[in-house]
T-cell receptor, first 116, second 115 residues
Framework: AQSVAQPEDQVNVAEGNPLTVKCTYS??????LFWYVQYPNRGLQFLLK??????LVKGSYGFEAEFNKSQTSFHLKKPSALVSDSALYFC??????????????FGAGTRLAVHP | DVKVTQSSRYLVKRTGEKVFLECVQD?????MFWYRQDPGLGLRLIYF???????EKGDIPEGYSVSREKKERFSLILESASTNQTSMYLC??????????????FGDGTRLSIL
């Protein structure tokens, strides 16, 4: 079965410290992986994606994510957190055999709280 | 920048009403999607469309229908609204490429309450 797991409902981090938001996936074939961020009362904004190539992917707002095939993980990271990074973060994987339709399977989301 | 516009940010309707949620995108994207978002459940796909008049069921299509008469517009219809359809509804669009991998672009959502 295809699925995305975000094992932490909430992550708390102090401003200036590094942050990690975890994601593991299960899908047939090569995974296409995405991270999105949602600020209050807004839609989702695309942060970054992994399709192929380097396992470390850089995205918007200083975020990066590391693809680990053996652990089927795609953790989101940032070296130094900002209070303005506080938001809801979603990991997603493209559904197998969805081809150009780009159907995505989303995790339940992780709320990131960055404290001053 | 891609702009996906949902016609209402907040909507209150009564049980049994027929409800229309509208979504328009301005980037000539082939794919359009309707999701509902509920706390702890993430986003669940209701329907998607890959071309005008084409539609495919997602994971939770029951109680919903869709219409895509023009490429830029994708409508979600609640045939007879029920209280368990109270939710945040998100529309998204993306380019269609054979190899996939195009990011989806989202509207700001419609928070629908069914009384």
């Amino acid at each position: 079965a295809q699925s995305v797991a975000q094992p932490e409902d909430q992550v708390n981090v102090a401003e200036g410290n590094p942050l990690t938001v975890k994601c593991t996936y299960s899908v047939s074939g090569n995974p296409y992986l995405f991270w999105y961020v949602q600020y209050p009362n807004r839609g989702l904004q695309f942060l970054l994606k992994y399709i192929t190539g380097d396992n470390l992917v850089k995205g918007s707002y200083g975020f990066e994510a590391e693809f680990n095939k053996s652990q089927t993980s795609f953790h989101l990271k940032k070296p130094s957190a900002l209070v303005s990074d506080s938001a809801l973060y979603f990991c997603a994987v493209r559904a197998a055999f969805s081809g150009g339709y780009n159907k995505l399977i989303f995790g339940a989301g992780t709320r990131l709280a960055v404290h001053p | 920048d891609v702009k996906v516009t949902q016609s209402s940010r907040y909507l209150v309707k009564r049980t049994g009403e027929k409800v229309f949620l509208e979504c328009v995108q301005d980037m000539d994207h082939e794919n359009m999607f309707w999701y509902r978002q509920d706390p702890g459940l993430g986003l669940r796909l209701i329907y998607f469309s890959y071309d005008v008049k084409m539609k495919e069921k997602g994971d939770i299509p029951e109680g919903y229908s869709v219409s895509r008469e023009k490429k830029e517009r994708f409508s979600l219809i609640l045939e007879s609204a029920s209280t368990n359809q109270t939710s945040m509804y998100l529309c998204a669009s993306s380019l269609m490429r054979a190899q996939g991998g195009q990011p989806q672009h989202f509207g700001d959502g419609t928070r629908l309450s069914i009384l």
